[in-house]
């Protein structure tokens, strides 16, 4: 990698699932393992970045030299990722943020009824944290999204990259189990406003070095 060429750069990345929680025992997720993010972080501080980490619940160790700030619902990880996006330069969406949670969390334990054999849940849409900082006005960082499709991959990850006004969207086919969720390896389409650039299977390691040299490439054209 290029030692020092994120060197004065300030990096926000989430990662990880949300928890949306139903009850003090139970919440919806989903099987993101926070290892893209994580990976996309640990490349960003070796490149001399100083890096904030907006961490959804997973078992990974912190990477040396990286300020990780634990969350757990979407309102958690937005209120942190608006927070790290006042001074951030780049900002990094790689968790996989539930679009809806429960509307309302049981104070205590939801109990099973006699008699009762069909349940249902009323959800509500979580704020959209990558939307809300690529429209910002004023402290906009460079916004790179990603798109986590289980088919039509490039037409979805294109109508996301304009719907949510991102400079770059990092596109990953989640219905295949060799990539994306929880795998070591990924391979993606990587959107911006003039071209699409196909990446081949990866660590997801090596993926964030290739990912990182194309955002601060085109972030220097901006
Ligand atoms: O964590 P791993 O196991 O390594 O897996 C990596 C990954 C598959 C989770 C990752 O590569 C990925 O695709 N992350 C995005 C998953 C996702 O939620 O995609 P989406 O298409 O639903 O969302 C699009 C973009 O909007 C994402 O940048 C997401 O972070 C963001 N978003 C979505 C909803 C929401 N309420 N707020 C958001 O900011």
């Given at each position: 990698f290029a030692r020092g060429d994120a060197a004065g750069l300030h990096i926000a990345i989430t990662a990880g699932p949300t928890r949306e929680p139903l009850d003090p025992v139970r919440y919806i997720s989903n099987h993101s393992s926070g290892k893209m993010g994580f990976a996309l972080a640990q490349a960003a501080e070796r490149r001399g970045a100083r890096v904030t980490l907006i961490a959804g619940p997973v078992n990974l160790p912190t990477p040396a030299g990286v300020e990780r700030v634990d969350v757990g619902s979407a309102q958690e990880m937005a209120q942190a990722a608006e927070r790290a996006a006042d001074s951030a330069d780049i900002f990094i969406g790689a968790a996989a943020v539930a679009d809806f949670r429960p509307d309302q969390a049981a104070e205590h334990k939801i109990k099973k009824e006699a008699g009762v054999d069909n349940a249902s849940i009323a959800l509500v849409k979580n704020p959209d944290i990558i939307a809300g900082i690529s429209a910002r006005?004023?402290?906009?960082?460079y916004t790179v999204g990603f798109a986590a499709e289980t088919r039509d991959v490039a037409r979805y990850a294109q109508d996301k990259l304009q719907r949510k006004n991102l400079d770059m969207i990092v596109a990953n086919?989640?219905?295949?189990?060799?990539?994306?969720?929880?795998?070591d390896s990924n391979q993606v389409l990587v959107i911006d406003r003039q071209q699409t650039r196909e990446l081949p299977l990866a660590l997801k390691s090596e993926l964030a070095g290739q990912l990182l040299d194309l955002i601060l490439q085109n972030k220097k054209q901006k």
């Open positions: 006005k004023d402290r906009r960082p086919d989640v219905g295949r189990a060799d990539i994306g969720f929880d795998s």
